[in-house]
């Protein structure tokens, strides 16, 4: 029986032993009397990240590398990349000069961390939560080296970008060679401190794809930026030095920018109920996104058929190869700048991604930016940004792309003769009110004025009115749409989406998404997830400015908007929701409308998206169909984000550039 028991034992355990293909060390460190063999791995504190050995896919050569423990085989970090181990006999240990090595069947040492230690050392390497590897002198506690400052091709939240201005003190990203392959490729990403701070992708060392200037908010040559300022973006500097630095903070969920081997930069989040990787940003990704695409003095246009045009006063520098579709010579000028402040004026062209080398004078207002530029023979170009003043262009205009209703106006030089003072007779069409959901005032307004009798039929749900542009309509605030975009949005205006007239126009149902929230749901701000709930987050942040009676018209509106629901839950907790409202339309028989229009926002922006109700739901209770409404959660990323403001409308940093020495000095807002 006792035999029997042992055997038993015996054979549990050599189960064990073959079901358990790599043996984790319970440990998130390596000192000099540990030997870690391939394939042992040890495991960060709070088991995110392991260090072990890994094959990428089509090869069996080892690499000692940092890992995700729900992904092994996302690699974050790669000691050995261009030193393959040629199989599984490799180890990793710590040397007897207290370096890091990786050593192979024969004992020799084929790569090292190679940190200057006062030989012998007693060193101990741990494996960070962060996914950082770092070796410590024992004695000191002092850091003598951390895998951090040597990134592989993915960026992790608190890694650190760096440009000092000194090539040796660069740190960027560089690409694999091939998926199967991680050696050196030859690709690079990384930040450029020359003159306005701009993201780049390289090859060797020409520019592939670039950010555009960072405005010390927002990359203004990433389009999508303007409408979802995410705060997780950030340049910093460190005064002393004069490094510009950039760095994701630390966030709730796994994220990194990975530099894949085709020289692509991809936003990447971890989906823990797919366990997969979502791919939220990535660039180059359009056709326009490629540097340059139409040489010097051309402008890109994704949705231009071709893509690229000459600016205005400028023609194809070579037209058999434009009209083959090679752009890469660009446009050249057809009349000579006159150069005496008088014969020349500027072209103003709406929205765009602005050129390269921009020269920076942030002090000077857009007058002078514009006299300062006829003023210099040199000037090309000129555009102003609130955030980072003036900027002028001297010796070509290259990598300009048209944006679509965002971006900076770049005004060009030109000769009087290429100006033609006639309005571009290009249509536009002005949408008055963020127009899916204008509806939701027409409800608003029916319940409170014709007090509960108002029924909303659902064949409103998706109506836009539109009418022709008019002097008297002030449209700075609105979003413009060209007349292409609503006759694809509404099927060549067809009859039968016609859903009737009123005191604006015609009222079309729109048949795909304009989409236009200039407000962003928690989730996108911060993962880059959107979905069906967030539409309702954005409906449920207009419901409550309506009954505040305020509105934001500019695009960093995520801080305002979070302090407006902070405002509106703790009112509405506080029994005063009657007191959110606007003066102008609260009158004491409207109270319970108004209260139940800020609950219902509430269960709208709620954190989690499937607390949020359905759109259809939200029309129900709008028209009292449902009577009996929810208590709303507290939105809790409201509260922490409207603490960490100081007002209601305050940006959350200010940028200020310094022209001396320039650098750029980010003053962050806590
Ligand atoms: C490698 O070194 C270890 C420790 O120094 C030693 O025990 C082992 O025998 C060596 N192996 C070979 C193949 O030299
Ligand atoms: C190790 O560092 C020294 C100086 O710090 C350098 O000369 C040497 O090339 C480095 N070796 C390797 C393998 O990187
Ligand atoms: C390293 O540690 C050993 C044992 O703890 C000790 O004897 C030795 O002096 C230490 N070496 C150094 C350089 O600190
Ligand atoms: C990298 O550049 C070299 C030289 O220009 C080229 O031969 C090679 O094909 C390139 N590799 C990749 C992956 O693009
Ligand atoms: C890099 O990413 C782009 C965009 O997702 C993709 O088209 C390309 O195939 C990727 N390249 C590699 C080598 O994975
Ligand atoms: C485009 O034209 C340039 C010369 O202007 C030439 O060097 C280049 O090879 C051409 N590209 C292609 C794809 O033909
Ligand atoms: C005009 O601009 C160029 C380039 O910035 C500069 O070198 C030059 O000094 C300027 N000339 C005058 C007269 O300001
Ligand atoms: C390289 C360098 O000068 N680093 C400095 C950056 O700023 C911090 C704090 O301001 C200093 O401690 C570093 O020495």
Redesign the pocket.
Known sequence: MAEYFMYYHLILFITYLYSCPSLSLETDRITSSTLLKDPDTITSPRNVFKFGFFSPAGTTNRYAAVFYTVSPTTIAWIANRDHPLPDSSGAATISKDGNLILTDSNNQTIWSTNATT?S???TTLRIGDTGNLILTD??TGATLWESFSRPSNVLLPTMKIIDSGRTENRVTLKSWRSASDPGLGNFSFGISRWRIPQQFVWEGRRPVWRSGPWNGLIYLGIQDMFRYYVRGFSALSNDSAGDLVYVIPQQNVLMMLMLNASGNIARMIWDDQSRSWEKVWSAPDKACDAYGKCGPFGSCDDAGSPVCSCMRGFEPTSREEWSGGNWSSGCSRRNQLHCDGNGDGFWKMRFMKVPDFAEPFPAAGEGECRRRCLANCSCLAYAHESNIGCMIWNDVLIDVEKFNGVGVDLFIRLSASDLDHKRDKKLYIIIPVVAAFIFILFAWWWMVKSKRKGQISSSVWSAMVFEPESDKVNTGELPRFTFEMLTTATDQFRASNLLGRGGFGPVYKVLQSLRFWRYMAPEYAMEGRFSEKSDVYSLGVLMLEIVKGKRNSDYYNHEWSLSLLGCAWKMWSENNGYGFGDESIASPELEEDMVRCIQIGLLCVQDSPKDRPIAQTVVSMLSREIEHLPAPKQPTLAEKWHASATGLTELPNHVRYSMSDLTLTTLQGR
């Open positions: 006062s012998p050392a007693n024992d004695a």
